[in-house]
């Protein structure tokens, strides 16, 4: 699995892509389709027609990683369809379920709490 403890945003790339760009064709998706920057402290996923490849662009300060996940079998990744907006960010959350073949958006999925605790007196 990716670190994602130094990354920032995790946006995907909604509707297929063409897979068979490698790190300079998902860097151009990126800056000129997505209208962000793939220097920055980011992930960018992108998923192939079929629904059964994904890649992760992520730039590390002096180079890019290009990830690869390729399911096999009849397996699926439940990758949401293009919109009007080029790109969408997700969470960590959000990320693990999309890898494990579950929806973005789980109906029944505890909400996360932030903490209200009060400082000592």
């Not at 990354?7 to 998902?26: A, E, M, N, Q, V």
């Not at 960018?44 to 994904?54: A, G, L, V």
């Not at 969470?91 to 909400?111: I, N, P, T, V």
């Amino acid at each position: 699995m990716i670190d994602l403890s130094h990354i920032d945003h995790i946006y995907l790339c909604p509707g297929p892509t063409d897979l068979r760009k490698s790190i300079d064709g998902c860097a151009a998706i990126v800056q000129y389709q997505m209208y962000l920057d793939p220097f920055s402290k980011n992930i960018f996923i992108f998923c192939n027609r079929h629904k059964t490849t994904i890649k992760i662009l992520e730039w590390d300060g002096n180079g890019f990683w290009l990830h690869t996940k390729k399911l096999l079998g009849k397996d699926r990744f439940r990758w949401p369809k293009a919109n009007e907006d080029p790109s969408m960010v997700i969470d960590r959350r959000q990320l693990e379920w999309l890898l494990d073949g579950l929806e973005l958006h789980q109906k029944h999925a505890h909400q996360k709490m932030m903490a209200m605790i009060e400082p000592p007196k």
